[in-house]
DNA sequence: TAGTGGTCTAGACCACTTC
DNA sequence: AAGTGGTCTAGACCACTAA
């Protein structure tokens, strides 16, 4: 037998996904259940936070409870990385990746600070550098809209990046074309790239700052990006609200019996 | 002013990851922290609650609430595909990816049952199908140990696959060399393969057979693969606990200017 | 000011484990 | 039987929003 909290979350979820309730609809509130029975004022709000958990509903006080519009995913794909988009033309990657998806840009999407600092532990370790090293750190907030949808942070060597635009510190992207752009004519051409991700609890600052849903998680992004010859010339972490994005690769089925493959 | 309760959790919290509360142990009882005037019971109870999602403790009814052990993330590569593998040698390749990280295989570390079933909408879509076409659904359920890991259903083709080994609802791996080598045998060279990653809230019977925490995510896994001549022979969907693993991909930045590339 | 969700208490009782 | 966490109640009070 589940506890009252959960049966009575069960069936307005139900609810919910059946349409009954639609996205943006208030639930009864609280103290209407109470009086209908449905159990103390504790139990109910019990349910409710659980749907909120589960990330069907969102509570505020004084307004109430309403069913919350599933945005659908945003799928990332390496194409977000090519070169014709920042090279030849003048997007930046991640407004081309918007403009593909219908989705517009204002000016004030993205705000960033640079700063040197002293490398973390997996910044040095990408970069191949003696813990404590100093390396610039160029830290964007990436909103669509009002909604804040993840946050960026580059880091480069200084000997990469000192007198380029990635070092002046204006809002907004890195100039024409943004970072690879600035890499490219100061004669570092990407080349490939590696991408880590794994999910996790956000901190509490991270749940304010991207606005997540309570419980909800993180996805943590790890991309470390080459040169051909090997050089890592940007290690950028990225912090993505788990419920607003899938990643998408292909590949080759690597043999290890061949001569290379990649 | 924060409430009681996250005061509480948050103070919990850092003696946690101080190590004053290690790994394993035991966290005062909540009824010791109602007497020293922490709160109510239901108050105490709220910040345990809290902890609980949050992946630091566990509870559990007549023993108590213990700190739990943080398992090392499994990072998964495209190494784990590896042709030598599983065409050469007589591993599988999951158990070649068990070798590398330094953790055993033990019989009964993974279950599967076979059946043919209507193809769900994702799975015609990936295989090219009309709605509701038959597939054969391998559907296992791999632990270390104890410890579930994580599903991994795959969806064949009923003409790639009839009989073949993958069709025999033996439990444990495909026989030797697992599906990918009865594909091979078959026929069907893989080439290559995409991988879509997202992140989702799980549903209640997912819970209980990964054995997820309260409040822990799970990564969902659709992983087309295709040989040479791009025919799909293999779409197969994975459910992972979210706080147990980690994925790496390497690509080529893409150049939709030049011939070709990947 | 009225109405919303959120917090907190004191205590009863339940479910499960260990002895 | 004793001790653990989990549920539930009734009610007081707080924090925030809107009119």
Do not use: C, N
């Not at 830290?139 to 070092?167: C, F, M, N, W």
């Amino acid at each position: 037998m589940a506890p009252k909290w959960r049966e009575l979350a069960d069936t307005l979820a139900a609810r919910i996904r059946s349409g009954e309730y639609a996205p943006g609809q208030q639930l009864p509130h609280i103290r209407e259940l109470v009086e209908a029975g449905e159990g103390s004022k504790s139990t109910v709000h019990a349910a409710y936070k659980a749907l909120e958990a589960e990330g069907l509903v969102a509570s505020s006080r004084g307004h109430g409870t309403v069913v919350r519009q599933q945005t659908p995913l945003k799928r990332l794909g390496v194409a977000r990385y090519d070169k014709a988009k920042w090279r030849d033309g003048d997007q930046v990657a991640f407004i081309a990746d918007r403009v593909a998806t219908g989705r517009a840009y204002r000016r004030g999407d993205q705000t960033q600070t640079v700063s040197l600092v002293e490398a973390p532990p997996a910044v040095a370790e990408a970069h191949g550098l003696p813990a404590g090293a100093d390396v610039y750190a160029r830290a964007r907030l990436v909103k669509e809209g009002d909604q804040p949808t993840h946050t960026l942070t580059s880091y480069y060597r200084p000997e990469h990046v000192e007198g380029t635009r990635i070092v002046d510190p204006t809002p907004g992207p890195a100039g024409r074309g943004g970072g690879f752009r600035v890499l490219y004519d100061a004669g570092y051409e990407i080349d490939h790239m590696k991408e880590q991700l794994f999910a996790r609890v956000p901190t509490s600052d991270e749940a304010k700052l991207l606005q997540l849903a309570a419980g909800e998680w993180v996805v943590e992004l790890h991309r470390t990006t080459f040169t051909a010859d090997d050089t890592v010339v940007e290690f950028a972490v990225g912090v993505h609200a788990a419920s607003r994005f899938a990643w998408e690769y292909d590949f080759k089925v690597p043999d290890s019996a061949e001569g290379s493959a990649q």
